[in-house]
């Protein structure tokens, strides 16, 4: 029975009857006042619905933990039981917890671990769960330092209770918390080295004690994490095994058969794809890849939100690397993706918000690649492209480079630095750092092409001309000129994917729809644009619609 069948979230008032009883149950207005008086109070004392429902939660982790070291007593991986425990603590984290944290906690967080401890009693995995949700929470509004250092111990506890038991820990978790777990680990990280760099408003003591801890929030450390994460479960093992068709149980050994490690091995590489290219190293991004083939649908891709993580961070490394053909491939299938079940993500405010985002991030980045490297896209995705973009994609065509670098900070990750700051002598803007050296890397690219645009409009107007004649056209000397041309020529050229696993693999292709060569004097161009076939359309068309007839016609009509 799930935590909704035993609670549906609304109170009577024989809940709160004892110390409540400004709570009736019956007369709205009341029980709004209520509300908000409740949500300035400090939860000395927890209400008896809060009580209730973290009862509840406790009962149901320590239930599903005793089933689990049944289960490897018995040396197996799991049971209908564990499944059932682990859906209705999937009800609890993505509905109950949700509904009581609107309803009660807007504007202040979770009673802490000290006043949910004599309500629960004790259970070491329990709390450290409890508190990841709670510092997520307080990471929402601006975390204090100290939280920020509570935070930092809490993952440390719980991966440690994870890693080092003496065999697999007896914890199952549902895909979406422990995908959120490792995607939160990271962001707080990201949070935290951006907080540090920022040392104009922090009083003294604050400077000192940062000073004091460089190991907190250490990038060595959570690249530690990640990666043993990825050792125990043997997931690039069975990510290998499963895509050349084989059972990856087979290779998964003694921690890679249960779903815990399985899972959160494979949300890690994702994780180290993200942290990789905040730090600027796109080739090691999405290198850590290698085994996971992004262009197929796969049995581990089961969390809507990795799945658009990992194609940004991949579209956006690509696009670093000026393979912009994969680049643009990349955004528009997850794109397409997007639009197809944005109806899924509506349930829940954060989730929609954050993919919301992302999104507009991923059309900011295609315009910026097609600008650079026009190529044909699936249609819905370039209509919607044209209504978001379309001013800003015709003024970069122009050579606006005030709109290319608009467009690149709004959407592009948040860089940061891995090193702590010398805090005796730190730059006002030093958290800007690692972002204005990689928009430098991206301008000084864009400067290169800031003449192909106007090439590729003059040249598709021609079949022959003198190089001299359309030098004259665009204001450049002929030895100029040539430059240019030997620039389009390279820089149309990119490293494409065409088969394999690894998302590094590819053959050097020009998908350019314009092409020339230079013979003595005269340019000689050939337009490579495939016409659209629209006979082959229409003919398809009409077969279905024959075939739908046929359908009808067989079909008994109504008496």
């Avoid at 149901?60 to 682990?86: C, G, P, W």
């Avoid at 111990?153 to 994870?162: A, G, R």
Wanted: proline letters at 4%; one cysteine or more; hydrophobic letters at 35%.
């Amino acid at each position: 029975m799930s935590y909704n069948d035993d609670y549906d979230g609304d109170c009577d008032s024989s809940e709160y009857q004892s110390d409540y009883d400004l709570h009736t149950g019956r007369d709205p207005k009341q029980d709004l006042a209520y509300e908000r008086q409740y949500e300035q109070q400090t939860y000395h004392v927890i209400p008896e619905v809060i009580k209730n429902f973290l009862q509840y939660f406790h009962k149901t982790v320590s239930d599903l933990i005793d089933q689990k070291v049944y289960e490897l007593q018995a040396n197996r991986v799991s049971s209908e039981l564990i499944e059932q425990k682990v859906y209705e603590i999937q009800d609890v984290y993505d509905n109950s917890w949700n509904k009581l944290t609107d309803r009660f906690f807007k504007s202040s967080p979770w009673p802490e671990a000290e006043a949910v401890a004599p309500v629960v009693g004790n259970g070491c995995v329990f709390f450290c769960n409890y508190l990841e949700l709670l510092f997520k929470f307080l990471f929402q509004g601006g975390p204090t330092l100290e939280q920020r250092f509570e935070s930092y111990y809490n993952y440390c506890n719980l991966f440690n209770y994870i890693l080092n038991a003496d065999g697999p820990a007896p914890l199952e978790l549902p895909n979406q918390w422990l995908w959120d777990i490792i995607d939160e680990f990271i962001y707080q990280f990201q949070s935290f080295s951006q907080y540090r760099c920022k040392t104009a408003k922090k009083s003294e003591e604050e400077i000192e004690f940062l000073r004091s801890n460089p190991k907190i929030w250490n990038v060595h450390s959570v690249l530690n994490v990640l990666h043993s994460l990825v050792d125990k479960s043997n997931i690039n093992r069975q990510l290998e095994v499963y895509t050349s068709g084989g059972d990856p149980e087979s290779v998964a050994g003694e921690y890679g058969r249960h779903s815990l490690y399985k899972m959160l091995g494979y949300f890690s590489l994702v994780g180290l794809l993200r942290l990789h290219s905040l730090l600027g190293d796109y080739y090691q991004a999405i290198k850590v890849l290698e085994n996971i083939e992004l262009n197929k649908k796969s049995m581990y891709s089961r969390v809507p939100e990795c799945q658009i993580t990992t194609y940004y961070y991949v579209g956006f490394a690509y696009l670093m690397m000026r393979r912009y053909q994969d680049s643009i491939r990349v955004f528009a299938n997850i794109l397409l993706y997007i639009q197809r079940t944005k109806t899924m993500f509506q349930r829940t405010t954060y989730k929609y918000e954050m993919i919301n985002k992302q999104n507009e991030q991923m059309y900011g980045l295609l315009a910026l690649v097609l600008t650079m490297y026009p190529m044909r896209i699936d249609e819905s995705i370039h209509t919607q492209l044209r209504e978001k973009y379309g001013d800003k994609m015709l003024r970069m065509q122009k050579g606006d480079l005030q709109v290319y670098e608009e467009l690149f900070s709004f959407a592009c990750p948040k860089f940061l630095s891995p090193v702590v700051p010398n805090y005796d002598n730190v730059h006002p803007n030093y958290h800007k750092e690692p972002f204005l050296q990689q928009l430098k890397v991206f301008m000084e690219e864009v400067q290169q092409q800031a003449q192909l645009s106007t090439i590729r409009s003059f040249l598709k107007l021609y079949t022959t001309m003198p190089v001299a004649k359309l030098a004259g056209f665009l204001d450049l000397t002929e030895q100029e000129f040539r430059i240019q041309l030997l620039v389009f020529k390279h820089k149309m050229k990119n490293l494409v994917w065409i088969s394999g696993i690894s998302a590094l693999d590819g053959e050097f292709q020009s998908a350019s729809e314009v092409d020339f060569f230079i013979d003595k004097d005269m340019i000689h161009i050939a337009d490579t644009k495939v016409a659209r076939r629209y006979g082959d359309f229409f003919i398809r068309q009409i077969h279905k619609f024959e075939e739908l007839n046929k359908t009808l016609k067989k079909m008994n009509p109504r008496p």
